[in-house]
Structure formats: structure tokens, C-alpha cells
């Protein structure tokens, strides 16, 4: 039975969460969600599941995967500082130590708030469902520092497109061998779609979370006119039918998740590209792409 409640905030408390088209895990995998990650819920419900809307995208997760915020709580979250998490793969642990124990897995763009701690190249920071625990400094970043440098890298000017261009291509390679799967959008599992909002993610820029929706955003760019950091589309011309993307990395070559994260020669993959969109030089411009500094879902805007 759904019941229906008013609608209300959410921060993500798991390192990853799985988004379900309905409320039962043998739904398919739609979506990841990070450690951090502000939601919406619907006021639907069934038993543990909760339905949410994070950005762009609406689905189905569980609830102790959430912890639940008043609109006060939601506000004072997106004013706290915060740490974001750079290392691909770490550990909170209950003391400043290595032989410490475990609270939870902690991986690359997940986000906890500063508690002002720090010991021993160790910092103290506070986990979405309240308990605090330690981090090794190096894996963590100031998260508005973090998000400041990289939206300004999307400026338009060529170096910067050319430089962001060079951190979102070299990027997507260093997870070559990645497994692939369907709705993955973190470090653990990607899909080609999640490869691409994860890597721009990571970069400050925030894109829409399927292929049919990324094709639309930036700029088109004619064949034969890629740059690297392009988005590439494959699928079917006429009618237009999006079914994979990959980002293009100059020389006749892209990175992707295709059964796993690989770098390919665009020959010898084979298929036909049926559009491709430039996206550096266009965030923020009204045209799919925003920087995260201008997201309120991660931080607050002047007049909200």
C-alpha cells in the first residue's frame, strides 16, 4: 500500500544508494546516488522504499539509505562546510588511526560535514546520519574550495576548456577495466551515461544522468570537428535514438563503459556516430549543463 505524506528533504548516507524504477529490488538499477547527495522525497512510500527526486532523475530507494531533514535542517546542511571526498577508495574509522575500526566505505565524490577536527594528519567529520568519525587529510578536499576551482576551469576561454578538457578525458581512462553496469554512477560500477556525469561531476559540472538527455545539452558539433571532452552518440539516426555515449579523446579515439570502462579507436569499434555535443564553454549558459556552485541541491542560492 503507498501512503502519501508531505513533501520533505533527504541527505544520501551510504557511500552509494541504488535508484529503482519501483519499489522492489528485483527492479532494475536506474541510478547511484553518493554519500551526501541532497534528495526531494515525493511523500510515496511502501514498506522500506522511498521514492525521491535527486536533480533530474525520480526513483525508488531505501530508507535506511536516508536520513530525513526539516526544511530548517536541509538549509543549515547546504550552508555547512563540508569535506569532499578525492581518494578513489577510503574508510571512515571510529578513531584518527589505521588500526581503528571501520564506520563505512567512503569513495571519490562523496560528501560528509567538517566538525573542525584534526589529529595527526587525521580530520573529524560528521556522517549524514550523525555519527562522527575520522578521515586521513589527504583523501579529503574543502568541498566549496573543491567546487570553485573546477567550475572555473568550464569558463569560456580556450585554455580553460582545453586544461578541464584534459582532467575530464584523463580521468574517464584511469578507471579502464571499471566494471560495467546498468545504472552505475559511481566509482564502484558505471554505465556509459554514468561514466560521463560522473567524470563532469567530478570536474564541477553537473549533466543530466542519461544519453538521451546529455545529447541535448552544450552545443552540437559537426563530424569531423570533435575535441577532446566531446560527447559522442551512437544509436540510430533517423528516427534519432540515443542508445550509448562515450567521450571523445582526440586522435580517433574515445574512453567508455562498454562491458567495462576501455579506451577504443573509433574504427574499430564500429558504429556510427549520430551526434555529438561540446559542453565545455556552455555551463551554466541555460543549455543542460550547470556548474555545482549554481546547484541547489548542493548549495544555496541567493533568493531561495
Known sequence: MILTSILTWAVVTLSSTFMRPSPDYEAPLDNQLLMGALVQTTGETERYWVKVTAEDYTGWVTDLGLKYLTDDEKDAYLEASKWICVAEYARIREQPSENSAPMCDFTMGDLVRQTGGWKHG????????????????HQVMDFRTWAGSRSGLAADDSVGRSFCAREITSMACSFAGTPYMWGGNSIKHFDCS????????????????????????????????????????????????VTHVAIYLGDGKIVHSSQMVRINDLKEYGREVVGATRILGDVDRGKGAISILKSSYYFEQDGE
Open 194 to 241: 554514468g561514466l560521463v556525469k560522473f567524470c563532469y561531476f567530478m570536474n564541477g559540472i553537473i549533466l543530466p544522468r542519461n544519453a538521451s538527455q546529455q545529447i541535448k545539452c552544450g552545443t552540437a558539433v559537426k563530424d569531423g570537428e570533435w575535441l577532446p571532452g566531446d560527447l559522442l552518440f551512437f544509436g540510430s539516426k533517423k528516427p534519432l535514438r
Open 122 to 137: 587525521w580530520v573529524e567529520v560528521l556522517l549524514p546520519d550523525g555519527r562522527k568519525g575520522w578521515v586521513l587529510g
